[in-house]
């Protein structure tokens, strides 16, 4: 099993930025990719950014050039920093890692509004 803990949530506004962290722990042998998925309400969960282990990386085109996805192996973390954030990218922003298996953090809300 893995676990997964996100945060770095919260309320921006329009044009702002916020850096979203996740910590895995347990089986960490189990993870190959980590990344990002989001779901507003009313929709679907969608994909924001995924990286692998040696860094290659799957971004959104609704973020790209405005988010970055990075991770820090020795840590066992992901990092989701977010620039230029609008209204439309106000959702509950999930971890997932793949690999042996697919796991999911509890979600962390992020909303941009004035």
Do not use: H
């Not at 916020?18 to 969608?46: H, N, T």
Request: proline fraction near 3%.
């Amino acid at each position: 099993q893995v676990q997964l803990v996100e945060s770095g949530g919260g309320l921006v506004q329009p044009g702002g930025s916020l850096r979203l962290s996740c910590v895995a722990s347990g089986d960490i042998f189990r993870i190959v990719r980590m990344g990002w998925y989001r779901q507003a309400p009313g929709k679907q969960r969608e994909l924001v950014a995924t990286i692998a282990e040696s860094g290659s990386t799957n971004v959104a085109d609704s973020v790209l050039g405005r988010f970055t996805i990075f991770r820090d192996n020795a840590k066992n973390t992901v990092y989701l920093q977010m620039n230029s954030l609008k209204p439309e990218d106000t959702a509950v922003y999930y971890c997932n890692t793949q690999g042996l298996g697919s796991y999911w953090g509890l979600g962390t809300q992020v909303t941009v509004s004035s």
